[in-house]
């Protein structure tokens, strides 16, 4: 209790500003948990154990260790005070013995001075290792995960213990370990990898984004045109992972990757059909198709850094799919990790991508140390996401590749784009546009009937020249083809010759059309319609001439715009239910007859809503911040918290 007190002090001295970032940072293990209504119920929130376990995921070496030494002390200080209760009695029921495992020495905490911690931890004399512990204090205090009293003194979360105490954190380390870079060069030279410039590392980022950006869209477009269906298990089947693996031009475990960063970004959503759950874009993929390149990559990117798996990665005796819900919480530290420890290797000097655990008869001993190395300084970054976690060099090895894939990652080392997402991953629209030209809404069409985007089309050419010719090559120019089936493709749409001609020589780059191409469009034209197929949601039949002649003159019908096709047919394009309804509202009994012919018997329908998921609100830790602390926007407090 008295801890929660003084965390609650802490978090009132705070700005609106400030405890909107804090709320922002915690913002996913927070939202598993009631909205708090006051600053003790978010104090309570914050040192919950399910909360705990989440955010100490996130802390580097300095900071665990001296959150671990604070509790480990404070602990013990606490049951120096108050002496354990009495045990139980023998045989007693196991709720007694629970009790008094978890009675008040366990659980109790007391202040700590930070001179008792820093002597603990060995860093009592001015120097790297105080700055350090200093440093480290200064981020819990921030970060909720520590409270600092009126006298100065530390007070943590009385669960603490229960989650470090097994954890073997060695001693305070001020800086991460440095890769050894002389062993990397010479592993590189070995593999007859030259040095890469920064200027070549940016060159490859660019070449992969646009790549992904291009993969992305042809993945959402396959999905737009056909969605996919999961399989009453849950999940992906694998021959729906293959068709989309062909329309992405990508292989399956990276379209499994992609699906599932399409999903968490919100670009897709699982909707219940009739027939099943399937998956198909959103409404924000409309406005996602109005954007540069670099801010299409933006969210895909920003949901990779926070995704609870390694979708590339399907652990042993188990069958690779995808749009299910990840369980792997450490995931996320493990990709910072990893992003971290490749900052610190300069271009040219870093390793070749470690082998997959499918080809591990390929890696060698020095691939396997190098993959160590690498592991050992992720692990200063974020120790609980490494230390004693099963398949850490499995998972470590699919999620370099899938950074790779990404454009995060080339030669051993972070692309610009990979450090602008280890920097932040919410801001990475400046980073993208710079990265990637803007998009070109004109084409070069060729007398060969071919078209050729020098560069990435935009919305309107892409679907322009997708509507009336067939896609044949991508890369850093794409090309399409122009054929009397997609020529007729475009007719079918509305489109007439005429303004087929206008709308592509209004995107031609020469500002004209080539004449064999003219020639097609209008040879496809004048054979275009010569039959036609007549379109009728519903049908009425009579033997009786006369009163097909009166329901076809009938005002209250007009609605129904009948029209007939034959003397005893009538064609409506409303639906049978509301045909059926409409007769009978003007006097007649009508029946419904069945596609075979028989008289069909009618039921009244079930009806199924689905419910809309709100998008976030920017402004909501801003506003919640506000509530908590009672202020207002236009009145802002400015004190500070204490002992920040």
Request: aromatic share 4%; net charge negative; proline share 9%.
């Amino acid at each position: 209790m008295e801890g929660l007190d003084t965390l609650t002090r802490s978090l009132a001295q705070r700005t609106p500003e400030q405890l909107a970032a804090l709320l922002g940072r915690h913002a996913e293990p927070l939202a598993r948990r009631p909205a708090a209504t006051e600053l003790r119920g978010l104090a309570a929130a914050l040192w919950s154990y399910e909360t705990l376990h989440h955010l100490v995921l996130h802390l580097d070496q300095p900071r665990l260790l001296m959150l671990a030494t604070t509790a480990r002390i404070s602990q013990e200080r606490a049951g120096r005070d108050a002496p354990a209760p009495a045990a139980p009695a023998p045989g007693a029921d196991y709720q007694s013995l629970m009790a008094h495992r978890l009675s008040f020495p366990q659980l109790a905490t007391a202040p700590v001075p930070p001179e008792d911690v820093h002597a603990a931890l060995g860093a009592t004399s001015p120097g790297p290792e105080r700055a350090a512990a200093e440093t480290a204090l200064r981020a819990l205090y921030d970060d909720g995960l520590a409270a600092p009293t009126e006298d100065g003194a530390i007070v943590v979360p009385p669960r603490t213990p229960q989650l470090l105490a097994a954890h073997d954190l060695g001693p305070l380390s001020a800086q991460a370990p440095q890769p050894a870079l002389a062993d990397l060069d010479e592993a590189t030279a070995r593999c007859g990898i030259t040095a890469f410039t920064a200027t070549a590392l940016d060159d490859e980022s660019r070449a992969a984004a646009a790549t992904l950006a291009a993969t992305v869209e042809r993945l959402l477009g396959s999905l737009a045109t056909q969605p996919a269906a999961l399989r009453k298990s849950g999940g992906l089947a694998i021959r729906e992972i293959k068709r989309l693996a062909k329309a992405a031009g990508a292989g399956e475990p990276y379209t499994r990757l992609l699906l599932d960063l399409v999903l968490a970004a919100d670009l897709i959503a699982l909707t219940r059909t009739p027939s099943g759950i399937t998956a198909l874009p959103t409404s924000a993929y409309d406005d996602w198709l109005t954007r540069p390149p670099g801010e299409r990559l933006a969210p895909v990117l920003t949901a990779w850094s926070a995704l609870w798996a390694v979708p590339t990665h399907t652990p042993f005796g188990e069958t690779p799919t995808a749009l299910v819900r990840g369980q792997d919480r450490y995931a996320p530290a493990l990709r910072y990790a990893l992003l971290a420890a490749l900052a610190e290797v300069p271009p040219g000097a870093g390793a070749p991508l470690p082998p997959l655990p499918a080809d591990r008869e390929q890696r060698d001993g020095e691939q396997r140390s190098q993959l160590s190395a690498l592991l050992r300084v992720a692990s200063w970054h974020r120790p609980l996401a490494l230390i004693d976690q099963p398949m850490t060099e499995d998972r470590a090895a699919h999620t370099l590749h899938e950074a790779a894939f990404l454009g995060l990652v080339a030669h051993g080392t972070l692309t610009p784009l990979g450090r602008a997402l280890l920097a932040d991953p919410r801001a990475l629209d400046e980073p993208l546009r710079d990265l990637l030209p803007p998009l070109l809404d004109q084409a070069h069409f060729q007398a060969d009937l071919t078209a050729v985007v020098p560069g990435r089309p935009a919305a309107g050419l892409a679907a322009l020249l997708g509507s009336s010719a067939d896609r044949e090559s991508e890369g850093h120019a794409v090309t399409w083809r122009f054929t009397p089936t997609s020529v007729r493709r475009a007719l079918d749409t509305g489109r007439t010759a005429a303004t087929l001609l206008d709308d592509l020589t209004a995107a031609s780059a020469t500002g004209a059309l080539p004449q064999p191409l003219s020639y097609l469009i209008q040879d496809t034209a004048r054979a275009h319609g010569r039959m036609r197929v007549l379109p009728a949601a519903s049908c009425i039949r009579s033997d009786d001439e006369a009163l097909v002649r009166e329901l076809a003159a009938h005002r209250a019908l007009r609605s129904l715009e009948l029209r007939a096709v034959a003397p005893t047919v009538l064609v409506s394009g409303r639906p049978p239910a509301a045909t059926l309804e409409a007769l009978r509202a003007a006097g007649y009994a009508p029946t419904l007859e069945s596609d075979t012919g028989i008289t069909a018997v009618e039921r009244l329908p079930e009806h199924r809503t689905t419910a809309s998921a709100s998008a976030p609100d920017p402004g909501a830790s801003l506003a919640l911040a506000h509530r908590l602390l009672g202020s207002s926007p236009e009145r802002r407090e400015t004190a500070s918290p204490t002992g920040l």
